[in-house]
């Protein structure tokens, strides 16, 4: 147990119900049922590697991943945690989670992808295949095509997907959309999106070359792509085509959550805190006066977020956009 835990590194934080869980470093578990506002610590947490991302299914079934491979899984809504991978000698961290049911699917450094069809009690590995991009829509405006800052970014034509689709690229997020359509942000500007639950990947065109550290779904087919130096980009058809958004920043930007009615929060290194009120086609920071690393975010409501990183738990007011 960890007294100052709550100041502690923290990466990353999920809902289980009203119930918000905290995970990061020494293999710490924190937990909050009055809004962020006053936090425990899990007594039973059989690790002390760094946690990187915790996902639930519902109130109580929870799935926690990290270094050496370390998969937790916990059934009491984050009191108490079970270990149920584990494989130090493999070398590469597991550095997202995503819940759907019964299903998880963690994904890793080196392109580590591992299933659960039983809530993460038991996992199998499988090689990140992908295949080419899906057929884009005949309203599009050409597949391939990438829209950055304005200008149209060259197409692609089949044979350039080809090339080092079976990388071992670090898998940084996985998300869920709609329906049975995930996405997964990698290493070097890679994107990649499933429409069958996981089945089967293919790759997007990419409008960056630098990595992209986390994915926002947004109403239909829109999605926000982000990662390294501020990049921000948006697709309105699912992946196919993007769009380059200013963020007055810098700052890597690692997670983004979504705020009732049309809001968008964006978070980073440095403190950078982008807020959208317009569904995220605009941003205005704000830059917290500390600059200290922000990891993940998860919605208080309107005007609030509760935020992780480098100096643990904070609450930041984003305004009410009225």
């Known amino acids: 147990m960890a007294p100052l835990s709550t100041r502690s590194l923290l990466l990353d934080l999920a809902s289980a119900g009203s119930r918000v869980v905290a995970v990061g470093d020494r293999g710490h578990v924190l937990f909050s049922d009055n809004h962020a506002q006053t936090w425990s610590q899990a007594a039973e947490v059989p ?14 079934h929870g799935i926690a991943v990290g270094h050496d491979e370390t998969a937790l ?11 149920t991978h584990y494989s130090p000698e493999a070398r590469q961290p597991l550095l997202d989670v995503l819940c759907s049911g019964a299903d998880a699917i963690a994904v890793g450094a080196y392109g580590a992808y591992f299933v ?4 993460g009690e038991t996992w199998t590995e499988r ?7 899906p057929a884009q829509p005949a309203s599009g405006a050409g597949r391939g095509q990438s829209s950055v800052n304005g200008q149209v970014a060259g197409a692609a034509e089949d044979d350039d997907f080809d090339d080092g689709l079976d990388g071992d690229f670090h898998l940084n997020r996985i998300v869920s959309a709609s329906g049975s359509r995930l996405y997964i942000a990698a290493e070097a500007g890679h994107l990649y999106r499933s429409d069958d639950a996981g089945a089967t990947w293919a ?19 829109s999605l926000l792509a982000f990662g390294l130096r501020g990049h921000l980009f948006r697709s309105d058809d699912g992946g196919y085509n993007w769009r380059q958004l200013p963020t007055h920043t810098q700052a890597m930007l690692n997670d983004g959550v979504r705020l009732p009615g049309n809001g968008v929060v964006i978070v980073g290194l440095s403190g950078a805190v982008l807020v959208s009120r317009d569904d995220g086609a605009t941003y205005t920071l704000l830059q917290q006066p500390d600059r200290r690393g922000l ?4 919605s208080l409501g309107v005007g609030e977020i509760v935020t992780v ?14």
């Open 47 to 60: 690790t002390q590697v760094l946690l990187t991302a915790v996902c639930f299914s519902d109130e109580r």
């Open 73 to 83: 899984v916990t059934a009491d809504a984050g009191n108490t945690w079970k270990r």
């Open 295 to 298: 990891s993940a975010a998860e």
């Open 127 to 133: 090689k990140f295949e992908v295949q080419k991009p």
């Open 116 to 119: 659960s069809s039983d809530r």
């Open 309 to 322: 990183g480098e100096a643990g738990v904070k609450i930041i007011a984003v305004g009410s956009g009225r």
């Open 203 to 221: 790759e997007l065109p990419s409008p960056y070359e630098g990595s992209f550290f986390g994915l926002l779904p947004l109403n239909g087919d």
